[in-house]
């Protein structure tokens, strides 16, 4: 396997490290707009497919059961910063169910966001499983399993009906098979399973055109891309590349991170999906490719233009804030000459 | 430019992420004992090379003049966790100097240290150049400058004769010509030259032996090593990769890490000094490497052999504690079979 190198981080006028990647732009039918590097070798998805994981909690009817808002529908889909809301809204899901924060089988961990994780150390204090950025998905798992009437417990187990409806919609909307030799756990516990990025791409023009989905699932679909493109904030937090670049393009633009370098997206008015990986896992590179790609596809005018490029080619700064380099995409998402 | 994948990371049966690197091991003469990649093409060594730019510190009398303690030494060589100890010895170097925190040029940043970030936090405060992991080096410079009647203000820049001098060391101890073409600015602002990792490798076999070095500079040499293998916890901090491994070999093992996934080291008994970089500038990768080469030849008993493995290939946890996956050397750095 040799995927091409796509961001170069320069430090002055050399290149400093250089990352490879691969990807894939794919309509719903499953063509293939645009591809570079191995889209046919399966890869953990991780939290880039929680919008899919988040499918049956909506079409099930255990949402609208439970009464959850469009914020915690968009909280079910997020790898959230652990600030103050994300926290809070993750409790009220759980309260809608009847639980509290000792049913989540994610475990805790400091706050990805930075600002959330010194304020809760200013207050003398530690993380709890709410301050997981799966808490989100996590009570969205216990929501439907509560409305479904199965048992809480295990309910991060691959065997739980749970983990089971999660798994049935990612094969579904993706087209993969999912078979034993795809399957690992993922960081908060539950089963994550191997997908190609052509499978992945192809699976989020489903989800943002209806296409191929049934009628149900593509209801669902609706609502948890208008959910996140109305709380951006909610999705990841103030800063992160997915909540800015959601509130750059408005519904324009979903984009989904999942750890080890992965992005998903979708670009719902051109019926196409996005799925990138870095191959050494690096998160600055996979939000350069993603933010490259979009550039490419989207149409822009000049001020969305100039607002999407320190996405893709972000300027490093040190500690004095001088300039001293930047990432650049490169081979085949060097920009074309203009 | 097509490096070796030299680190794997697993997850459950699957790869999940792949690192690409270059490495050398060479002795002081030149002789390359063992190589993969690309390893004259120059790289940033970035902070890699603390313990060159040190030697003016050491080999002109001022370190002397001054009585900085050896620990002071160490810390001059280190990138610090910025916890307690790192913060006030590079405030009693920068008294000795009679000089304070407001000469520091580094720029402040958050303690790379966790417990000591959290530990600032709670506290109510915020970091100060002092807690700046550069900050024994900027202290080390500021006390050059000091004992030799230099300026002390604009220390930091490429035309400083604190710069000129740290420039004309890692230049005569790596043999590495560092021409305009290879400078670029660090995190803490002085100038970074890119060195090929051959040249660092022969360079740190001669910092360990001295082998053509002049006498003053090798004693400075001497020094500085005997300085760091006495206080590990200086040059990095508790829970780090570098003091726990320099802790587990004592004298026998230097090891220095640099940004951007770089790693030099040497071995004083074999006479070999050892560099790489991991393409990509994944920390985790530089590390996995460094540990397999020092595992491949350092001759260790079992149990040493069994303390080392958790560096060359640290096993991943998630939030509650299960093992996902973990890393694994790769093509010429995997494990010989046994």
Chains 1, 2 share one sequence.
């Not at 399966?42 to 079409?59: G, N, T």
């Not at 169910?97 to 989540?104: E, I, K, R, T, Y």
């Not at 809480?152 to 999660?166: C, D, I, N, S």
């Not at 990612?170 to 399957?183: F, N, R, S, W």
Request: proline content about 6%; aromatic content about 6%; hydrophobic content about 50%.
């Amino acid at each position: 396997m040799s995927n091409p190198i796509v961001v170069e981080v320069m430090r002055g006028a050399r290149v400093e490290s250089r990352h490879r990647g691969a990807g894939a732009v794919v309509d719903a039918d499953g063509a293939v707009a645009f591809a570079f590097g191995e889209i046919d070798e399966p890869v953990f998805p991780r939290s880039a497919v929680k919008s899919l994981q988040a499918l049956p909690l909506v079409e099930s009817g255990a949402a609208d059961a439970l009464r959850l808002s469009e914020a915690e529908i968009a909280l079910a889909c997020a790898s959230h910063s652990g600030a103050r809301a994300h926290v809070e809204t993750a409790a009220a899901m759980l309260a809608k169910a009847g639980l509290d924060v000792a049913s989540l089988a994610c475990g805790a961990h400091w706050p990805l966001g930075e600002d959330a994780s010194r304020a809760l150390s200013r207050a003398g204090e530690t993380p709890s499983p709410l301050h997981n950025n799966c808490s989100g998905k996590h009570a969205g798992f216990l929501c439907l399993a509560c409305a479904s009437g199965w048992r809480t417990t295990g309910y991060e187990q691959a065997a739980h009906p749970v983990q089971r409806a999660a798994k049935a919609a990612i094969a579904d909307v993706t087209g993969a098979a999912l078979g034993e030799g795809v399957c690992a756990t993922d960081g908060c516990s539950i089963p994550t399973y191997a997908v190609p990025l052509r499978a992945l791409a192809r699976g989020f023009a489903r989800l943002a055109t209806g296409v191929g989905l049934a009628p149900r699932r593509a209801a669902a679909a609706r609502r948890i891309f208008a959910a996140v493109a109305a709380h951006p904030a909610m999705v990841a937090g103030e800063g992160r590349f997915d909540t800015e670049v959601m509130r750059l393009f408005g519904r324009r633009v979903f984009v989904k991170t999942g750890a080890e370098g992965v992005y998903c997206a979708a670009l719902p008015e051109l019926g196409l999906g996005l799925a990138v990986k870095a191959d050494d896992g690096a998160t600055r590179a996979a939000q350069a490719m993603i933010a490259a790609l979009i550039g490419r596809f989207l149409p822009l005018d000049e001020d969305a233009r100039l607002s999407l490029a320190p996405f893709a080619a972000p300027t490093l700064r040190n500690w004095n804030g001088i300039e001293v380099g930047g990432l650049r995409p490169a081979g085949p998402l060097a920009a074309p000459a203009r």
